[in-house]
């Protein structure tokens, strides 16, 4: 939320240049780590120089492309950024099954300098001229009026006072409840698909995660596209009077029937069917699971981008925050569950839940203009997307 915050107001650019060498510090650190708490100190640094990488990317998407393309182009970029979450588990498991994790640490590290090197040569300031916060600063003073210095320094909690719009809110609750399917599926997967089909091999339960990673990088960019295509069609249908809600539309299918069917499915091969044929079954589970939560994270992303326009990289770390912060509470009680109750059970309360998300979304669609006059927090119109 502080990189988000100081890119509406100084831009995307520096914000990247200042962030990336968190993560090179972080991840050198963390590589070099001897005791769990300079692991944790490290850890710290890298995630704070991780984490502006999605709320600003989809910034940037926001300030340079139109609003029939943008869902298209937040879909690439998802598909894009979920590569490292598809070869994370394998690239993990190989490192610590043959080398050790301290190497793939400073593998990050490496990359941080390589993105921070081509940021550094190539990437320009989309931010339009004129909308930065230092840009309209700059104007008062030239105009004569006195700036305090406390005036170039920025709430960084104030992308939290986004989350008084309940439209806003809905999305969040929303895409947590369809997310937390993915980590129901991933955290015990070990204990859950390892155990039952006799997978002891770190590299070959990293792999596990393959099906879903693709099916999450074939998923965002068709559901950009579909959302894109849905905004277009009916926007023309009312004579060009564009309705934001309408991209919402495209999240129905992922969250009605892929994502919540997906994880009943699971929890019956898992539990029921035996051998390479019930790996199997799981596996495409695994994949529809991954394809219907990009049918609904990507338009969902580009809803807020859209609606937030000029505040886009405050609305999806606002979003993505405060969804991470329930997520990380909520995790905590995987295991616990499948302990107790089981794999299918606990997939069956993870499909209910993803059932209360796609309600969320229904309800966004079906009331998001009275949502949106109810806290306007500074809402697009049409003519300024």
């Known amino acids: ?219 965002a960019p068709i559901s950009g596209r579909l959302s894109d295509s849905i905004v277009i069609r009916r926007r023309k249908a009312r004579g060009g009077v564009w309705y934001p809600e309408d991209r919402l539309r495209a999240t129905l299918i992922g969250a009605a029937f892929l994502v919540p069917l997906s994880m009943v499915f699971t929890g019956i091969f898992n539990e029921y069917v035996e051998g390479p044929v019930g790996l199997a079954l799981v596996f495409f589970c695994l994949f529809i699971n991954g394809f219907g939560l990009e049918l609904v994270l990507g338009p969902s992303a580009a809803y807020i981008v859209d609606v937030l326009h000029s505040r886009s990289s405050e609305g999806i770390a606002a979003n993505n925050g405060t969804r991470s912060v329930f997520l990380a509470v909520a995790v905590a009680g995987i295991m616990p569950m499948v302990e107790k109750y089981g794999v299918l059970v606990t997939n069956v309360a993870a499909a209910l839940l993803a059932w209360i998300g796609f309600g969320f979304l229904w309800l966004t669609i079906q009331y998001g203009e009275p949502m949106r006059k109810y806290c306007d927090v500074g809402f697009s119109t049409a003519e300024s997307t």
């Open 1 to 219: 939320m502080t990189a988000a915050s100081y890119s509406t107001f100084y831009g995307r650019r520096c914000i990247y240049l200042s962030a990336l060498p968190l993560l090179i510090a972080g991840s050198v650190g963390v590589g070099c780590s001897r005791t769990v708490g300079e692991l944790f100190f490290f850890r710290t640094f890298q995630a704070a120089g991780a984490s502006p990488g999605f709320s600003i990317g989809a910034g940037v998407i926001g300030d340079i492309y139109k609003l029939e393309e943008r869902g298209t182009a937040i879909g690439i970029f998802l598909a894009a950024i979920l590569m490292g979450p598809s070869l994370a588990p394998v690239a993990g498991g190989i490192a610590a099954q043959y080398a050790s994790w301290r190497h793939m640490q400073l593998i990050i590290g490496i990359l941080g300098l390589i993105a921070f090197g081509i940021i550094w040569v190539f990437f320009p300031e989309t931010s339009h001229p004129g909308t930065r916060g230092i840009d309209k600063l700059r104007r008062q003073a030239e105009g004569g009026a006195k700036i305090r210095w406390t005036q170039y320094f920025v709430n960084p909690l104030s992308p939290l006072g986004l989350l008084r719009a309940p439209n806003i809110v809905t999305i969040m609750i929303s895409g947590f409840a369809i997310a937390m399917t993915f980590f129901v599926l991933m955290v015990p997967i070990a204990y859950t698909v390892g155990k039952k089909y006799n997978i002891r091999n770190d590299a070959l339960l990293g792999a596990c995660a393959i099906p879903g990673g693709i099916g999450e990088m074939i998923g």
